[in-house]
């Protein structure tokens, strides 16, 4: 777009505008990035080695928190629905599942979970600690 003058075009575009409009939209993502990050809070059992998480969309995660509760990713769902969210979130799409369990969640819910999960048909199944820290080292 050209602006007529009396000597001819000028074509100049104002950029301030654009400026403007950039600075807003970076505003929003620092404000609203951090936000994204938090999930479920558990306190996970420890273990000598850990691997990280994978970094991709491929993934869901199933958090069991003390009380019992569970989250997919950071939805809650109930036991009874949980069968059927893994069919169609997990195994119809090809996702990875991991499951988070707090130290404290008695064995048997882990153990009915993980049927839950079979019965679901998945397969493969990563299971998330934290690494042990070293009593010597500060």
């Known amino acids: 777009m050209a602006l007529k003058t009396g000597n001819g075009f000028l ?3 104002n ?10 939209l970076l505003i929003i ?3 609203t990035a951090p936000l994204m990050t938090q999930g479920v809070e558990v ?19 199933l958090t069991v928190k003390k009380g019992g509760e569970m989250f997919l990713d950071e939805y ?4 009874e629905d949980l069968g059927d969210h893994l069919k169609r979130l997990v195994a119809n799409q090809k ?10 969640v008695p064995y048997g819910v882990v153990v009915d979970v993980m049927g839950e999960i079979k019965a679901a048909g998945i397969d493969k199944l990563g299971i998330v600690a934290e690494q042990k820290r070293d009593k010597n080292k500060k």
């Open 43 to 61: 306190d996970l059992p420890t273990t000598r080695t850990v691997k990280n998480l994978p970094q991709d969309k491929d993934h869901l995660v």
């Open 15 to 24: 950029v301030t505008p654009f400026v403007d409009v950039m600075l807003v």
């Open 95 to 104: 996702k990875q599942l991991f499951l988070r369990a707090d130290k404290e």
């Open 29 to 31: 993502f620092m404000v």
């Open 76 to 79: 809650s769902v109930k036991f």
């Open 11 to 13: 074509a100049e575009i």
